[in-house]
């Protein structure tokens, strides 16, 4: 069972304690299956500045291999954010810093590579929309992160190349929100998550509907609690492919309660995963 984040990774730098974090969807996901027990690596773009350097440099001591990214002359993706009673709060981005000008087309190099995952994990702002068909059938299952910022149409227009879409709906209405998921899966996607703040999280299977409540906690920290959901869901559902004879009701049900309890305690670490460096 391996995992591959791939796309997008940042620093998440801290204004108000001029301190940045290494982060991004497609990287923390790789992270944190990793802090389940998942081999994982991670695959993407670095900049040149010190900003890539602490991330690279935090990749190698947690042990993801990063032996298949790219390095570009100019800035790392870097984000700009504060901490409001617990609450992350985006302040802006320089969206992606070199992921910009660097296509992403060059994970195609070494499809023995892709090839040798059990799933990869990639997100909207991974510069990857215009590879899914390519990586679709390459990898047995495809996970992607819509976030909370997306077009419904142009989402689903997606659907045909992932198996597992998860969607950040915590300013939906709830019927709003099933019938995207009931569109979602229409469209092609086995499992649509929607995950909403403080409400319950909808899982939509293209039969059956599931729900699971998020695990109370006075929060340190908000920032990467929806990617531990994601790496929680993930790696519960890989483990859960292995047995044969497991109820898929019983699967899904498993990985929601695993997805709520990581996605908690996440929420008590101050950066994505730690790993701060003050400028």
Known sequence: MKLIGIGDNVVDDYAHTRTMYPGGNALNVAVYAS????????????GSDAAAKHVQQTLAERGINTAHCRSADGPNGRAILTIDDGER??????????????????I????????????????AYSYMDDHLARLRP?????????????????????????DIAFFSCADWTESATLD?????SAHGCALAVATRGAHEAILY???????Q?????????????????????????????DEKDAP?????ENALGKAAAFAAEICLVQGAFGHGLRY
């Open 35 to 46: 802090q389940l027990g998942c081999e994982s690596a991670y695959l993407g773009v670095f």
């Open 89 to 106: 709060v985006f302040i802006g981005s320089n969206e992606g810093g070199v992921s910009k000008t660097v296509s992403m087309a060059f």
């Open 108 to 123: 195609f190099d070494d499809t023995d590579y892709l090839q040798s995952f059990s799933i990869a994990h990639t997100s």
């Open 138 to 162: 390459l990898v047995p299952l495809i996970s992607y992160d819509f976030s909370d910022d997306f077009n419904a149409k142009q989402a689903l227009s997606f659907c045909p190349y992932v």
């Open 180 to 184: 995207l998921l009931q569109q979602a």
């Open 205 to 211: 299977d293209g039969q059956s509907w599931f729900r």
């Open 213 to 241: 409540a998020p695990h109370p906690v006075t929060p340190t920290d908000t920032l990467g609690a929806g990617d531990a959901f994601i790496s929680g869901f993930l790696v519960s559902w890989l483990d859960n492919q």
């Open 248 to 252: 898929r009701a019983a699967s899904i």
